[in-house]
C-alpha cells in the first residue's frame, strides 16, 4: 500500500531557524538582539518543557530570552505589572504567557494587557481581530505553523474542502480563518457536532486540534486527504513507558491519505518557529 507522504515540521522548523538567525546576525545596527519574554506560572511538566524549548530555540537564533519563572501563587496583579513593565522594556519585542495558567488567574485579562505590538502569540483581540478582517498583524503561532508547513509543500488550498476539528481560541478558530483567507471551503467540528466521521471524510484537507488520541480513525479521513495533527497527547503503554501521539491514528491513516503531520516532529516545532518569526517581526517593525 502507498503510504503517505510526511510534512516534516521539524526539518522545516530548523530550515527557518538557521534562516532566522542569519537575518538577525545582518540586523545589527539596532545594536541589540530581538528580544523574548516568555511568562510562565506554576511547574506544569508539559508547560516547563514547551518553555524550555523556546528559550533554546530563542538562544540558537540569537534571541535574547527575558522570561520569568513565576511561583503559582502569583496574583493577577503581580503578573499585570510585570507586563506593563515588559511593554515599555525596549529590548523586549515579544512577550507570551504560557497556558494554560493555575485556575485564579484569569488569562483573557492578562492577554489584553499586552500591547498589540508586542503580542508574539497573536492572541491580542486586536491581532485576533486584524485576522479576521483580513489584515496584516500578528498571527497565532501553532495556526501559522500550520499554514507555512502546508505552504512548504505546495498544497493546493483554494476551493479545497477544509474541515478543522477542535474551535479553540488557540487553534481550531484562528486556524480556520486562515485557511478561509486562502479560499478553502472551511469547516469547524467541534465536540457537539453530530456524525463527525461524515464531516471529516468530506475533507481535502484535515486538521485534528482537539487533545484526544486516536479521536481520527482511519475510516473518518477521504483518501487522499491531506492530514495535519495538532493534537499533542501523552498515552502511556501496558509496560508503563510514555510517549506523544496526536489526535490521529497514525499508523492507520498514513495508508490512506496523501500527506499527513508526525508527533512528534510536525506542528509542534513549527509552532516555535512562528513564534521566532514572530518576535523577528515585532524587532524590525518596532525599529521602522
Ligand atoms: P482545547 O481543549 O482548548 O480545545 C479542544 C477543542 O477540541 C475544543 O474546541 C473541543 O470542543 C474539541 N473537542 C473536544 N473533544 C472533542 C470530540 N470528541 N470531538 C470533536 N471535538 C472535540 O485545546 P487546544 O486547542 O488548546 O489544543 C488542542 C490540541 O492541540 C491539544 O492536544 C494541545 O496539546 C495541542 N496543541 C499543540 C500545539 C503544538 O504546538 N503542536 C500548540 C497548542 C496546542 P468544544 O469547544 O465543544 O469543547
Redesign the pocket.
Known amino acids: 500500500m502507498k503510504q503517505a507522504q510526511l510534512l516534516n515540521g521539524k526539518a522545516l522548523a530548523q530550515r527557518l531557524q538557521s534562516e532566522l538567525k542569519e537575518q538577525i546576525q545582518t540586523q545589527n545596527q539596532f545594536n541589540r538582539p530581538p528580544g523574548l519574554a516568555v511568562l510562565m506560572v506554576g511547574d506544569n511538566p508539559a508547560s516547563a518543557a514547551y518553555v524550555r524549548n523556546k528559550e533554546r530555540a530563542c538562544t540558537n537564533v540569537g534571541i535574547a530570552s527575558f522570561g520569568q519563572h513565576f511561583e503559582i501563587e502569583v496574583t493577577q496583579a503581580e503578573l499585570e505589572q510585570t507586563i506593563h513593565r515588559l511593554n515599555q522594556d525596549e529590548r523586549v519585542d515579544g512577550i507570551l504567557v504560557q497556558l494554560p495558567l493555575p485556575g485564579h488567574l484569569d488569562a483573557v485579562a492578562l492577554l489584553l494587557q499586552i500591547d498589540p505590538d508586542k503580542d508574539a502569540d497573536g492572541l491580542h483581540p486586536t491581532n485576533l481581530g486584524k485576522l479576521v478582517r483580513g489584515e496584516q498583524g500578528l498571527r497565532s503561532c ?1 495556526p501559522a505553523g500550520v499554514m507555512r508547513l502546508l505552504q512548504e509543500y505546495q498544497i493546493p488550498l483554494k476551493g479545497k474542502q477544509a474541515v478543522v ?4 481560541i ?3 478558530k484562528p486556524l480556520a480563518l486562515m485557511l478561509l483567507a486562502e479560499d478553502a471551503t472551511v469547516t469547524i ?5 453530530q456524525n ?1 466521521g461524515a464531516i471529516t471524510r468530506s475533507a481535502d484537507i484535515l486538521i485534528g ?4 488520541p486516536g ?1 481520527i480513525t482511519v475510516d473518518m479521513v477521504k483518501p487522499g486527504a491531506v492530514v495535519v495533527d ?4 501523552r498515552v502511556t503503554d501496558g509496560s508503563g513507558s510514555s510517549r506523544l501521539v496526536g489526535d490521529v491514528d497514525f499508523d492507520a491513516v498514513q495508508n490512506v491519505a496523501e500527506y499527513i503531520t508526525p508527533v512528534p516532529g510536525g ?2 516545532p513549527m ?1 516555535v518557529a512562528m513564534l521566532l518569526q514572530n518576535t523577528v517581526t515585532s524587532y524590525l517593525q518596532r525599529h521602522q
Open positions: 501553532t476539528v477542535g474551535r479553540s488557540l487553534v481550531g467540528a467541534h465536540s457537539r457536532s463527525l486540534a482537539v487533545g484526544r479521536l495538532v493534537g499533542i497527547n506542528i509542534g509552532t
